[in-house]
């Protein structure tokens, strides 16, 4: 496939980076593989012992594997709504970060189910929930929803990089294995006007689809909540206040992979701080958005002092129980981005990045405080009533299992670096550019004017 | 005059020993109610702890409470409960130790709470007779009638009318068994007591109503109670819902709009899926 003189560059600079490795790679990549091995040694210990060896008792029957199912679920929209709304609008510095996004989302959606797995006490009924179970249930809605996002994201992946794949064939590897790789991948994609008409086509329709899948998809696990008569999850707003904490999530992850990126690859000249202000200022803006949500659920909860939605902000408001994590998940999380990032003198590529991290942290905690303290709830009084069947606390197999989840996540995006340039390196032949249509409009009213 | 003055010295070292003893500051005292309950199926003993939290006593929870009949050893062990948050216990007799309390005519049981780090040590005791509750339950001119008698048997085997022995009729609902008739039902020096019946209950689908006559928290024989099934209730049509199409239902019976949707959401979403991989193809096709 005939390239253009940018995209050689382009190209030329990301491959000695995709074939070798540094020293400090492989220790860190050694890192990862340990947490990754301590996972699986926390995943043998509950396999052998049974979900004993988890917090997880008759009453709180969800802990910290469902909270790590949500968050990675949430970061999964860094792709489909950021890459996905930025292609149909032909935003032109989308180019160096919808790759990272799309990404983040495959690896987010593969991880985040995995939890569930890890949850379910018997896993050799799995095959129960297709054979029993019932289209009325939102778990089941979750089950096709996932599994239906998990291949629209893989699809919507594989076109945007068809174009880089036959790139990639073409180049002169030393390793006759990436040769197959690539050419089998490529789909035969030369660039001919037919086949790119082709895959525009499929690229459109992908991203538009995809935006409403991921909707539904967050809708659909916020409805698992919602739809219980639980204190603190039986609430009408909980499906838009998923998904504006899932896309404020997967932003802040975006971000962060971008900073993490733009550093180990020195993409200074492909990641600017041009992103990282458009990308912040859309993190602001979901902050916003997502603190009146909250202020929304909390207050109306509060204000209608049924006992046991007030059982469960007790909890939350007592400095003894949920109180500092509360404070820091749904004030100091959303309160520092906006301020950091409203004020331009605060604003830069580290300092947008490090409000992330402390966005990122405060919606897991938030996953958190949406799941235990529900569950610490009863609805009815306990006989035999012993503080662990209340209280939860995760044990070191729980810790083990979630710093593996998050060991895996950078480990298959680091393997994703080595297999496909991390940022897009050729650009399509792309239908309307609606910003320079406006423009040239514009030209023209101002012409007859 | 020695013994006094031992005795006084005594009083004064034990009372000296209480107010600088550590261990016991912090110890609540408790209090232990103890219930029992039986019909023809089961008996239960029912526990209530309260501990004295800020100058008030209130339900303790957490407390093993140990149950004993006869006497406090361990070969009389009944069993242990622990309290729940309204420090309330119930322990239901196993088949073995129902069988042997039904044929004993006066039985003692104890309740006993070991001290601990929190509470102070607690024993507390009831006893219970034995008891001839008969029910005759009689339709006489459309009227529905409940004859109640009362008598104890002694050891002639002769039985003896029990006045004064105050009965509650209920009827066993979902949640609560509802109370029927007067409040105050009294047998009379013959042990007899009766009610008339409303014919206005709701029973089940063939008017079946659970028909509960109980000695309630009596000093002598605590609570014990009769039981029948009658049918003289007003038969109800119950609609099984998930027989019905609704979302509580079966799987075989999820509403039909609901079927549509999902189906053409996942039939479109797959539908588009299968197009792009469909265009793939093309594009390989005409790469070739």
């Known amino acids: 496939m005939d390239l253009d003189q940018k995209s050689t560059r382009t190209l030329n600079y990301f491959v000695p980076q995709m074939v070798t490795i540094s020293k400090s790679g492989i220790l860190q990549l050694s890192i990862l593989i340990l947490f990754i091995m301590g996972g699986f040694y926390a995943l043998y210990i509950q396999i052998v012992d049974g979900h004993i060896v988890t917090g997880m008792r008759d009453n709180v029957v969800w802990g910290l594997y469902i909270a790590n199912f949500i968050f990675f679920i949430g970061i999964s929209y860094a792709g489909a709504l950021i890459s996905g709304i930025l292609h149909l609008l032909r935003v032109e510095w989308r180019h160096p970060i919808i790759r990272i996004a799309e990404i983040i989302t495959i690896i987010s959606t593969i991880i985040g189910p995995a939890y569930i797995l890890l949850c379910m006490g018997r896993l050799d009924r799995l095959h129960h929930l297709v054979l029993y179970g019932r289209i009325q249930s939102p778990i089941i809605w979750d089950v096709l929803a996932i599994s239906t996002y998990l291949i629209g ?81 039986h609430s009408t707003i909980f499906a838009p206040y998923f998904v504006v904490a899932a896309v404020f999530s997967g932003t802040g992850v975006l971000i962060i992979a971008l900073w993490v990126f733009r550093k180990y690859y020195h993409l200074e000249s492909y990641i600017t701080k041009i992103h990282f202000n458009y990308l912040g200022i859309i993190l602001m803006i979901l902050g916003a958005l997502y603190a009146y949500f909250t202020f929304s659920e909390y207050l109306t909860s509060w204000y209608g002092s049924e006992t046991w939605e007030m059982e469960v902000l007790y909890k939350l408001f007592d400095p003894h ?90 480990f298959l995006f680091f393997l994703f670096s080595k297999f496909l340039p991390i940022v897009s390196v050729v650009k399509g032949e792309e239908g309307t550019n609606y910003a320079e249509l406006r423009k040239t409009v514009m030209q023209r009213i101002i012409k007859r004017t | 005059m020695r013994a006094i003055i031992v005795t006084l010295i005594g009083l004064i070292l034990s009372g000296f020993s209480i107010l600088f003893d550590p261990s016991g500051e912090d110890k609540a005292p408790v209090r232990v109610y103890l219930e029992s309950f039986r019909n ?33 050893i361990d070969s009389n ?27 004993t005519k006066v039985a003692k049981y104890f309740a006993v709470i070991h001290e601990n780090e929190n509470l ?89 109503l659970k028909i509960l006559v ?75």
């Open chain 1, 153 to 233: 994201s893989i699809i919507f992946l594989y076109l945007a990089t068809i174009r880089d794949l036959a790139a990639l064939r073409d180049y002169p590897f030393k390793s006759k294995w990436r040769h197959t790789l690539y050419k089998f991948f490529a789909v035969n994609f030369n660039g001919n006007s037919k086949q790119n008409r082709y895959l525009e086509r499929g690229l459109n329709i992908m991203s538009a689809i995809i935006i409403p899948l991921a909707v539904l998809v967050h809708s659909v696990l916020a409805w698992i909540f919602g739809m219980t008569l639980r204190p603190g999850w």
């Open chain 2, 120 to 208: 102070k040590g607690k024993e507390t005791a009831i006893s219970v007779e034995d008891v001839n509750l008969s029910v005759k339950y009689i339709i006489e001119d459309s009227i529905k009638q409940i004859y109640v008698n009362v008598t104890e048997t002694d050891s002639t085997g002769n039985t003896i009318p029990q006045e004064d022995v105050q009965i509650k009729f209920l009827v066993e609902r979902p949640l609560s068994p509802l109370p029927v008739g007067d409040e105050y039902n009294t047998t009379d020096e013959e042990g007899n007591v009766s009610m008339e019946f409303p014919d206005d209950l709701p029973g089940d689908t063939e008017g079946n």
């Open chain 2, 214 to 288: 109980r000695i309630v928290e009596n000093e002598k024989y605590g609570s014990v109670e009769v039981s029948k099934i009658i049918k003289w209730g007003i038969p109800i049509f119950v609609s099984d819902k998930t027989i019905e199409r609704s979302l509580w239902a079966s799987s075989a019976n999820a509403p039909i709009a609901l079927l549509i949707f999902i189906n053409a959401l996942i039939l479109a979403v797959w539908g588009v899926i299968f197009y792009i991989v469909n265009k793939l193809f093309r594009i390989r096709k005409i790469g070739i």
């Open chain 2, 77 to 103: 062990l009944l069993g242990t409960i622990v309290t729940a948050s309204n420090g309330q216990g119930t322990y239901t007799f196993s088949p073995a130790q129902f069988e042997s309390a039904e044929k």
């Open chain 2, 40 to 72: 023809a199926e089961m008996h239960q003993l029912s526990v209530r702890v309260l501990s004295k939290t800020e100058k008030r006593y209130l339900p303790a929870a957490g407390v093993e409470v140990f149950l004993y009949s006869s006497e406090i």
């Open chain 1, 321 to 410: 129980e949920y109180w500092w994590w509360f404070f820091f998940a749904a004030i100091v999380g959303v309160v520092v981005p906006i301020l950091v990032i409203l004020i331009p003198q605060f604003r830069s590529i580290n300092s947008i990045t490090a409000v992330s991290v402390i966005a990122v942290f405060a919606l897991w905690v938030k996953r958190y405080l949406i799941i235990i303290p529900t569950l610490e709830t009863p609805l009815l009084p306990l006989q035999d009533m012993r503080p662990e069947y209340i209280h939860y606390t995760p044990t070191a197999i729980e810790w083990l299992l979630t710093f593996a989840g998050v060991a895996m996540f950078c």
